[in-house]
């Protein structure tokens, strides 16, 4: 019953520093996105993978990299941490054609 | 490009209230819409769904109808309660695996 798991839950990095990011979902959905949520911008599209074997940007992918490790899982690698990047993280997946996404609980990351 | 808004927030209502949040679309094509809701520390959960014009989702009481001559799908609960507090989202599936559009999210408090 574990849908998509994120972790860490909280992280709290230096300036520069570098992090990565895991998801994982159990309900061998194809695809799979990431987004960060900021207040009064409400969810960003960072990056998504259609399928594994493909990513491709979204919105705002400047300062970010994606591995789509295997059908399940699907990491977001901060290379040089910026205060910017301050935000929460949200993981999602879906199946094929229309169905809804289904989201993690979010990673709650502070850059000092 | 496709987009979605929906009304600013944050929305305050005491309990039994009606509850209205707007959401209009624009997109090319024949959408599916969504309504997400957000619970404090969590991540989204879908709510409800319409994938064709005059369809009507409905979930724990919250309905919305799909309008293709208005291109809105207006989120509606006839009596709302505390635990009805959160955010809403209203968002789009364009088609075939392109991600979601979401609006900025919409926040309610329901008070005692």
């Known amino acids: ?7 860490p839950k909280f992280q709290v990095l230096k300036t520069g520093q570098s992090m990565t990011l895991q998801c994982a979902q159990d309900m061998n959905h194809n695809s799979m996105y990431w987004y960060r ?9 960072i990056y998504y993978s259609a399928s594994e074997g493909t990513t491709d940007k979204g919105e705002v992918p400047n300062g970010y990299n994606v591995s789509r490790l295997n059908k399940r899982e699907f990491s977001l690698r901060l290379e040089s941490a910026a205060p910017s990047q301050t935000s929460v993280y949200f993981c999602a997946s879906t199946g094929t054609g229309e169905q809804p996404q289904h989201f993690g609980d979010g990673t709650r990351l502070s850059i000092l | 490009g496709d987009s979605v808004t929906q009304m600013e927030g944050p929305v ?3 309990e039994e209230a009606f509850l209205t949040i707007n959401c209009t679309y624009t997109a090319t094509g024949y959408p599916s819409l969504f309504w997400y809701v957000q619970y404090p520390g969590e991540g989204l ?3 409800l769904k319409a994938t064709k014009a005059d369809d009507k989702g409905s979930n724990k009481g919250f309905e919305a109808t799909y309008r293709k001559e208005t291109t809105s799908f207006h989120l509606e609960k006839g009596s709302v309660q505390v635990s009805d507090s959160a955010v809403y989202f209203c968002a789009l599936a364009p088609g075939g695996n392109t991600p979601l559009v979401f609006g900025k999210g919409t926040r309610l408090s329901v008070i005692a």
Do not use: Y
Request: net charge neutral.
């Open chain 2, 12 to 14: 305050t209502l005491s």
């Open chain 2, 45 to 47: 959960q879908l709510l």
């Open chain 1, 1 to 7: 019953n574990a849908g998509v798991t994120q972790t």
């Open chain 1, 37 to 45: 949520q900021d207040p009064g911008m409400g969810l960003r599209l």
